[in-house]
């Protein structure tokens, strides 16, 4: 109990002499433009492609398997959302079902980086080809490696900056994009909305409380108290689209610096550890799902067999501590206050499957080595 590390979450460098914010735009090749958050990025993009297109009641789709920001952002835009199944014990939508659910109304589609495992943004942009449907990739959950800043497969990216993301300043987001008509709509509605209200001592302190609470020793405090809530999926309406306050974007440069200074060897012991084993009790799904590369992981998704295995992998590793997570608790209409949402015909079997078997393992730099020994020796 006294001992519990985080699913996710490193240190947030928070140095006095924080890099200009218009320094950041640096990092990224194409247009960009920070937001409250992420799910205010997303929101944006969505309402980009909305006027755009000029379609009247406009349709996006997304995956039926993910946060309830995405059902946010798409309802503030204005759209309606219309869900799309998984590819069978994968993190990502299936290409035929993406088609069957594409109609004349269909302004844009979201991809989403599950954990960190890329969507395949080519074979979607295949799929539409030749119509004025807009491919929108949801990165809140990956960022990329300094060589691979300047590729922009999709028509707009989203970031997210928010706690436990791979790179945090404990809140924002950003939308890029190449320069054109997307971009122009963007810089309009960034151009309208406020700027975030920077409190630079507020937000120093919040970042060293963070960093306090994240580590094992103290982690088990906020999270056995039941009305914080760390880390639950509950739907939320957005409220506001604000630019992302000045003093929050001049800590992005350092924090991705150090996003792209951190080692990847607690990722790389536990996927050869799990490889070298003859385990049928788990799929590990980025070995399954990227055959060349490895991305760089968020969390470590492992597939159990089923829910039953799931859970009580789930429980043994957090009775030693081990910061594992069951992720979202269900499918994005059996999501609490999300019923009306949708209606019952958006049945999704395999990413409902997906949700009850899907359990993470921490790889944030808490994790030490003996760690990972621990976490095989339960999980094998
Ligand atoms: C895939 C995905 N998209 C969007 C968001 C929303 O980001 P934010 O929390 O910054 O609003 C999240 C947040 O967890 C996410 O995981």
């Known amino acids: ?21 218009q320094g950041v735009a640096g990092y990224f090749a194409s247009d960009c433009y920070f937001f409250n958050s992420g799910a205010a990025s997303l929101a944006t993009a969505v309402l980009a492609t909305v006027q755009q297109t000029g379609l ?9 398997y993910a946060c309830p920001e995405l059902v946010s952002a798409v309802l503030w835009a204005g759209a309606r959302p219309v869900l799309v199944d998984f590819a069978v014990d994968r993190p990502w939508m299936a290409l035929d079902e993406i088609s069957k659910k594409l109609t004349p109304r269909t302004c844009a589609i979201i991809a989403v980086s599950l954990f960190g495992i890329p969507e395949r943004i080519g074979e979607i942009k295949a799929l539409l080809s030749g119509r004025e449907i807009y491919l929108i990739e949801d990165s809140a959950q990956a960022f ?33 994009v190449e320069h054109g008509a997307l971009s122009d709509r963007i810089a309009h509605i960034h151009h309208e909305a406020a700027r975030s209200d920077s409190r630079p001592w507020l937000r120093r302190l919040k970042i060293a409380l963070y960093n306090r609470l994240i580590s094992p020793r103290l982690y088990w405090l906020p999270n056995s108290v039941p009305f914080i809530q760390l880390g639950a999926t509950v739907y939320k309406p957005l409220q506001k689209i604000e630019k992302m306050g000045e003093f929050e974007m001049g800590l992005l440069a350092q924090n991705i610096e150090r996003y792209w200074s951190r080692g990847e060897e607690i990722q790389e012991l536990l996927m050869a550890g799990i490889a070298a084993s003859e385990c049928k009790k788990v799929m590990d799904l980025a070995a399954v799902s990227c055959k060349e590369r490895q991305p760089r992981l968020l969390r470590y998704p492992l597939l159990a067999k089923s829910p039953a295995v799931r859970d009580e992998l789930c429980d043994k590793l957090n ?37 009850q078997r899907i359990l993470t393992l921490p790889v944030h730099s808490g994790v030490t080595k003996e760690v990972v020994n621990k976490m095989l020796k339960i999980v094998l």
């Open 1 to 21: 109990m006294f001992y519990q590390l985080p699913p996710v979450g490193h240190q947030i460098g928070c140095r006095s002499q924080a890099a200009s914010p």
């Open 56 to 64: 009247k009641d406009p349709e996006v789709l997304l995956p039926a």
């Open 144 to 176: 990329p490696e300094k060589t691979s800043m300047e590729v922009l497969q999709s028509d707009l990216k989203i970031y997210s900056f928010g706690r436990g993301k791979p790179v945090s300043v404990l809140g924002g987001g950003a939308v890029v």
């Open 319 to 355: 009775r030693e501590g081990i910061g594992a997570s069951r992720m979202y608790p269900a499918i994005l209409p059996k999501v609490r206050d999300m019923v009306a949402v949708f209606d019952h015909s958006d049945e999704a079997p395999n990413a409902a499957a997906f949700s």
